[in-house]
């Protein structure tokens, strides 16, 4: 069996993985010149279990008028007339129902934590476990209020209250931040790690296998098809047969598809990320955590503290205007100066792929039974990724799904 991948990032490569280790004959077709180029290179690299929630549900309507007003510190809306984005929010709107919340997350929930027990084992196989920490991470909370009322609703063996004195007896580090917040969460099973490095080293472990072959610097010109099923990948120009084609394509995947008659509905969501070199190794935190008032994420690894902020609705424009990088600036000066070099920092942004359910697309696309997608994880990529490409792997094995119900739902696909 042949299967060509689409896309490199950390959802690629990890499917490539998954079906390598089965025996089958894998190409990944990548346009960039390496692999994780573009939201796997700075994202948070939390493996964010706590966080495993879909975003649309009852009071994100509340969120986006603050957006729309300027006054939210973590959604900031630039494009309102992009006709993307309107198609995007009225899916969004309709996913806002609280039973459709319930159900969003409960997929959501399922797929990571899949996830997560898979991670340990692609890194053993891979001789990466090194790069990845499994230690739990901390949600913050400023307000009081805010935290118990979450605390009431959400507090499990899974997400875990804690006071500010217990946070501190986890991570000594954050006896410095005490003044900013008024309790939190411990999730045990997160975990942090180089989101990059990791893609990367992975990548290497399937260039060294003889039936994998990693073609970079490849743009693809077309999908080819013939009686109902799609027969291989033109690119670079010549067609590249596969028995399967999976998209692990991000944002790009409905321009791929369009021509197949059907266009996921993925709409890029921007971040922004600062990396700084750490000075003081033992002041750094241990664990990561995410301050929920200011809406970022702050993880350590590699000599680098990484803060990332925001949630941007910007079509596709990667420009990182001063006073989005002024957030991440602050976040630093205020809590970190003593901690790494304030001048040697690294600024990055990427455009998420985000689906309006929040779960990422996977499963067979139904006009064409060898089609996959594997696309839509917004910032849960890095999380989701090793679960998305086993389920996979599974499904196109004809072996048994270890979970299932696990995909948003759409007309054109057979979910997984």
């Known amino acids: 069996m042949s299967v060509v991948v689409l896309g490199a990032g950390v959802v690629g490569i990890q499917t490539a993985f998954a079906l390598a280790r089965r025996g089958i004959e894998v190409t990944v077709i990548e346009r960039g010149p390496a692999p994780a180029n573009l939201c796997s290179k700075g994202n948070a690299g939390i493996i964010s279990i706590g966080h495993a929630e879909a975003w649309a549900g009852p009071g994100a309507l509340g969120t986006m008028i603050r957006a729309a007003a300027g006054r939210d510190p973590g959604v900031k809306v630039s494009r309102w007339t992009d006709p993307a984005l309107i198609r995007w929010g009225m899916e969004f709107l309709r996913n806002c129902s609280a039973e459709a919340h319930r159900a969003n997350s409960d997929r959501l929930a399922r797929l990571c934590r899949f996830s997560r027990a898979r991670l340990p084992v692609v890194a053993e196989e891979a001789g990466l476990s090194d790069l990845v920490r499994h230690a739990g991470g901390f949600y913050l909370h400023t307000d009081r209020t805010e935290f118990e009322t979450f605390r009431d609703s959400h507090a499990s063996a899974h997400l875990q209250p804690v006071s500010a004195a217990e946070i501190v007896a986890k991570d000594p580090s954050l006896s410095r931040m005490t003044d900013h917040f ?15 490095l990791f893609t990367n080293e992975l990548g290497a472990h399937l260039g060294r296998l003889n039936h994998v072959s990693l073609r970079y610097d490849t743009e693809v010109e077309g999908i080819e098809r013939q009686d109902g099923a799609v027969t291989g990948i033109r690119a670079a120009g010549e067609v590249i047969a596969a028995d399967h084609v999976i998209l692990a394509t991000g944002i790009e995947t409905p321009d791929l598809t369009r021509a197949l008659g059907f266009a996921p509905n993925i709409y890029p969501v921007k971040g922004y990320s600062g990396s700084w070199r750490i000075k003081d190794a033992e002041a ?24 990332t902020a925001l949630a941007e609705f910007a079509r596709r424009n990667r420009d990182m205007p001063e006073k989005r990088l002024d957030i991440l600036r602050r976040y630093a000066e205020r809590h970190f100066a003593d901690v790494v070099d304030l001048d040697d920092v690294t600024f990055w942004t990427g ?10 697309y996977l499963g067979r696309v139904r006009a064409y039974p060898n089609l996959w997608i594997n696309a839509g994880h917004g910032s849960l990529g890095w999380t989701a990724s090793a679960g998305c490409g086993e389920l996979l792997a599974q499904a196109i094995s004809g072996e048994a799904l270890e979970v299932q119900d696990v995909s948003a739902q759409a007309r054109w696909l057979d979910p997984l």
């Open 351 to 360: 455009l998420r792929p985000t689906t309006p359910a929040s779960a990422p």
């Open 284 to 307: 750094a935190p241990r664990l990561p955590f995410i301050d929920e008032a200011a809406r970022l994420a702050v993880g350590v690894y590699s000599g680098i503290l990484r803060i």
């Open 182 to 196: 008024a309790g939190g969460f411990y999730a045990p099973e997160d975990s942090v790690g180089d989101c990059h």
